[in-house]
């Protein structure tokens, strides 16, 4: 109970650590600040605890914390919040009916599934005290591989394609009408691709890998490439061909004249690419990149192939075990718990949020962008 409501460390490490370590900026008596809780003595060791919890909570979060651990109360039903507000006099006589006996009878309680401690604590086999902190993290984590591999790498081979290309070559028509196939591949296809791609060919040498993306090749000893690097660049493969069409037809779409102009001014032409093309098509770069994303953060079968986890503690790290908001989502839905699937409608709102804040920021970014131009 004190390394869960306490300490930021697991349990293993919290039971090796010494109180002063594991318990840093809390309240601890000072003969037992250097010791582990295994070098405690054991007919001392509750007391101990108990009086840590005392001088460290409120009492309300000390009966909060004995439910949650001791009584472990679970949910037998729930309502909508409409119903709930407007129809509970029909629920409170339905409990009465089917449990006559006070004692037995469960208790009512006004409570939201959608609250902010989701988004603090980790995974739980208890609905009542599950988050969806881990989850977020690793789709927080992904967003971040996709922003900073596909939309390099796309914008470039738009400018090549664009710019450079010469359209009369075969290669260079076979490679843009590959493109625009590749847009319309379904994403279970670039999940089996970053499995044997990323995971194993470039992942555990033990399988035959390069140990890259398994982190072995930097040190990392028990990696084996099923994590939140080869998930995010199997999406970045999966939005690139979006990022690349969008970006053509924005670059395709400045008038010549901007670049005759730029040439007639003595500019090289990285240089009129640079400032003249590249400012005048972000806009439509931006809009791009706003439904590339639309598209990874709600993916779901490549992650799946590539091996994301459906229940992890600890927060994801780069060559750990990961999971996402959209495979959190589909484990909850599948539970046979009530309150498993109340739980996986608010992380589905959760995930909304989290979209339309994506799409906002890069809608306030696209009409700067506007705004610039026009000045």
């Known amino acids: 109970m004190v390394s869960d409501a306490l300490s930021p460390m697991d349990l293993q490490t919290f039971a090796r650590a010494s109180l002063k370590d ?4 809390k309240q601890i008596p000072a003969e037992y600040a250097d010791k582990t809780p295994a070098d405690i003595p054991t007919d001392e060791r509750a007391s101990v605890m108990g009086q840590i919890l005392a001088d460290n909570l409120t009492q309300e979060q000390i009966l909060e914390l004995i439910e949650a651990a001791i009584l472990q109360p679970t949910v037998s039903e729930s309502w909508p919040l409409f119903e709930g507000l407007f129809n509970r006099r029909a629920i409170e006589e339905r409990l009465v009916e089917l449990f006559p006996d ?3 009878r469960p208790e009512l309680r006004f409570k939201s599934w959608l609250r902010l401690e989701m988004l603090t604590k980790p995974m739980d086999s208890n609905p009542l ?9 690793g789709t927080v984590y992904l967003l971040i591989i996709v922003v900073l591999t596909a939309f390099p790498v796309g914008i470039a081979a ?3 394609l664009e710019e450079y290309a010469d359209p009369n070559k075969w290669y260079n028509r076979l490679i843009e009408t590959n493109i625009r196939n590749l847009a319309g591949v379904p994403s279970i296809i670039y999940g089996l691709l970053g499995l044997q791609l990323l995971v194993r060919f470039m992942g555990d040498p033990a399988t035959g890998g390069l140990g890259l993306t398994s982190g072995q090749a930097f040190g990392i000893i028990d990696g084996t490439g099923r994590n939140i690097i080869t998930a995010g660049l199997t ?9 690349i069409i969008n970006a053509q037809e924005s670059i395709r779409a400045v008038p010549p004249s901007y670049r005759d102009a730029s040439y007639g001014l003595g500019a090289t032409k990285w240089q009129t690419i640079w400032r003249t093309v590249l400012p005048s098509a972000l806009p439509g770069i931006l809009t791009g990149i706003i439904l590339s994303l639309s598209r990874a953060v709600g993916e779901t079968a490549p992650l799946v192939v590539v091996g994301a986890s459906t229940f992890i503690v600890q927060d994801p790290g780069l060559f750990t075990r990961f999971t996402a908001l959209p495979i959190q989502i589909y484990n909850w839905t599948s539970r046979p718990q009530a309150g498993f ?3 996986a409608a608010a992380a589905i709102i959760i995930l909304l949020v989290l ?3 994506i799409n906002t920021i890069a809608f306030v970014l696209r009409n700067q962008a506007r ?5």
């Open 371 to 375: 705004r610039r131009l026009q000045v």
């Open 235 to 243: 999406l970045s493969l999966l939005v690139l061909p979006v990022v």
């Open 102 to 104: 006070e004692i037995t």
């Open 355 to 357: 979209l339309v804040a």
């Open 158 to 160: 738009a400018i090549y």
């Open 22 to 25: 594991s318990l840093a900026g």
């Open 341 to 343: 699937r109340e739980l």
């Open 129 to 137: 005290v599950s988050g969806v902190r881990t989850a977020l993290l």
